[in-house]
């Protein structure tokens, strides 16, 4: 018997939280009707400014974080956002004891929305530490205290997927009716995989570890790792993500010699934090090189670090290259 997402927040989560996972699926499915239009409703191409991370925003990045911001401040539950595109978090004013704060990437691979490549938008919760008014360091806490992660990912199907730390769930967005119906009851990582996603035109940035690890598994069945393995990356981390849930595969954005300050691309807190839960929920691992990354300890709202995840013996392996 299928069952809807309000009929699964009712039976899984507190009303609290039903409330604001419910509102962020409904912003989803106003943002998947926008992404859908495409040129035709004049969302594509660039803003013409640039966001704190220093890069050039997209259209439906603002659009997108504004939406989110809107629909959130409006569920009487969140006591405070942070966002990609915001330099600095954004309190709801005169609500500071509210429940939640939620981090959020609003438009998750932009540079693939105007050649028409699927996007997302990924979410983290955390719980208010409610020690007074809310500011960037209200939401310095470690990947695990999320009380829940998800993302949408807009394709040729807008999926929902969840985690409350109890396995992680899936929907469909149904466009008829109007409503995402629930289409996985858990989604699972295989220990092992023959699938890798990492950009190889950085190849010769790489540090030895990955430098090994990738070259072994290119060496094909007579190599190594003696198997073949494919390769795929869109270059949307939701959707590569969404395809390790999948189907198993390792992700890798490593950190590089272009600029050794800094430790990856990917952003802790709204990135690699709620899909490190969602993988760990689902059987896999995450580490940032040597270490589970939902122990990292932030020290900024930005801040970068690397990432290597999903089928657990792969990120075992590649992690122990590090450390051996
Ligand atoms: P965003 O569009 O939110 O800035 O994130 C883009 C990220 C991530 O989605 C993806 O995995 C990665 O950038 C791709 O980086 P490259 O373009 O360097 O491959
Ligand atoms: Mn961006
Ligand atoms: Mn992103
Ligand atoms: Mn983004």
Redesign the pocket.
């Known amino acids: 018997m299928t069952i809807n997402l309000a009929q699964y927040l009712e039976h899984n989560t507190d009303a609290h939280m039903a409330v604001l996972v419910s509102a962020i699926a409904e912003v989803s499915q106003a943002i998947s009707a926008a992404v859908h239009k495409g040129a035709l409703g004049g969302v594509l191409g660039s803003a013409g400014s640039e966001n704190v991370?220093g890069?050039t925003q997209k259209k439906l990045?603002i659009i997108a974080n504004d939406m989110i911001l809107e629909a959130l401040a409006a569920t009487g539950v969140v006591a405070g956002m942070a966002s990609?595109e915001l330099d600095d978090c954004s309190p709801v004013p005169g609500h500071s004891d509210r429940p939640f704060l939620v981090l959020f990437?609003p438009?998750?691979?932009?540079?693939n929305i105007d050649v028409n490549v699927s996007?997302g938008t990924i979410f983290s919760i955390l719980p208010n530490p409610d020690v007074g008014e809310i500011t960037n360091e209200s939401f310095l806490q470690p990947g695990t205290e999320q009380l829940a992660a998800g993302y949408v990912v807009y394709g040729p199907q807008t999926s929902l997927v969840l985690t409350f730390g109890k396995g992680v769930v899936a929907f469909t967005l149904d466009r008829e009716a109007g409503e995402y119906i629930q289409t996985s009851e858990s989604m699972e990582i295989p220990d092992d995989t023959k699938e890798f996603a990492i950009?190889m035109?950085?190849q010769r940035h790489w540090y030895e570890p990955v430098q090994r690890y990738i070259s072994e598994l290119l060496e094909g069945k007579t190599g190594a790792r003696g198997k073949d393995f494919n390769m795929r990356?869109?270059?949307?981390?939701?959707a590569?993500v969404h395809r390790v849930l999948t189907r198993g595969g390792i992700f890798m954005?490593p950190k590089d010699l272009r600029d050794p300050n800094k430790p990856g691309?990917?952003r802790l807190m709204y990135?690699a934090n709620p899909m490190s839960m969602l993988v760990e929920q689902a059987g896999g691992k995450s580490f940032d090189a040597t270490q589970r990354i939902l122990d990292i300890q932030p020290t900024d709202l930005h801040q970068r670090c690397a990432v290597m995840l999903g089928s657990a013996n792969e990120v075992q392996r590649v992690s122990g290259y590090h450390t051996s």
């Open positions: 991370q890069e990045d990609e990437d438009l998750d691979g932009s540079s996007i950009n035109s950085n990356w869109i270059a949307s981390m939701v590569d954005y691309k990917l990135e």
